[in-house]
């Protein structure tokens, strides 16, 4: 073999057991929600535009910042709001004295579809998260995720 | 407003915080993850599938029983192993004698790879992941989801 790269550092037997444990359990979170969702005529992504779309000034959000909102890449979003602009839940527009691109904005149709499908999502969050586990540990994956955004975004 | 249903749960602020801090801290491992990997040709769904193969007696497992080892649907896995099969990663055969179904095999091929992708995968979870955080908030994000598994198993 090799000497010239260094040993590969594996995880020990415990350390693979944890990120198993996140792999099957984040798998298995996401496909409750989307789940859930379906019901409504939503998956988690779309869920996630409308939320974010809600909560901006005049409901509407510039595509480019809409993307890193709700991470995902911008091809994706394309489509995903093109889905959503059929379903006349959001708007796209671009104005003539702005040059930094394309809005979308919320529509009351969205709006009163988030506000249908809210109570269900939230509900299921709880189930299959917060309440899953304990307050230490609920405060710990909240450390745990914000310090991997700040290593992934090194 | 209605009064027969009871009032959504909503989450706290803090609440709130944990449960973005994980959607935004997934997303963006997620990415890393498979940034890491297409310079092999692979996304993490097909190492996975590699990992489980190359584990398994004979390096074979039941197409039934992959999807849910890798997390994924019947019909995603489908279309996934036809990719692998015409990379010659894998390979699939149904068996006479056995009338549960189709196996998936891993070839020469596909062991050769995901040797040669393991390192770097390896490192990219320890760097984005495991060593972003605390081993104690590893340990409880080990519990976490191990805890979501069963809510979302019930």
Redesign the interface.
């Known amino acids: 073999m090799s000497t010239v790269?260094t040993a590969?550092?594996?995880?020990s037997i415990d350390?693979q057991?944890?990120?198993r444990?996140?792999?099957?359990?984040?798998?298995?979170?996401a496909?409750?929600l989307d789940a859930d969702l379906r019901e409504f005529g939503l998956d988690l992504g779309e869920y996630?535009i409308l939320v974010t779309l809600s909560e901006a000034p005049d409901r509407r959000v510039r595509m480019s910042e809409l993307a890193e909102a709700v991470?995902q890449s911008r091809s994706r979003l394309t489509h995903t709001v093109t889905r959503m602009e059929n379903a006349s839940l959001v708007q796209r527009s671009s104005c003539p004295t702005d040059r930094r691109g394309v809005w979308a904005h919320l529509t009351d149709t969205g709006m009163e579809l988030l506000e249908t499908a809210?109570?269900t999502h939230?509900?299921g969050?709880?189930?299959?998260?917060?309440?899953?586990?304990?307050e230490?540990?609920?405060?710990?994956?909240?450390?745990?995720?914000?310090?991997?955004?700040?290593?992934?975004?090194r």
Do not use: I, N
């Open positions: 790269q590969p550092r594996w995880l350390q057991k944890v990120w444990s996140y792999l099957l359990g984040s798998a298995r979170l496909e409750r996630e991470h809210a109570p939230v509900e969050v709880r189930r299959h998260f917060v309440e899953a586990m304990s230490e540990d609920y405060a710990a994956v909240g450390r745990a995720f914000a310090a991997v955004v700040c290593a992934t975004g």
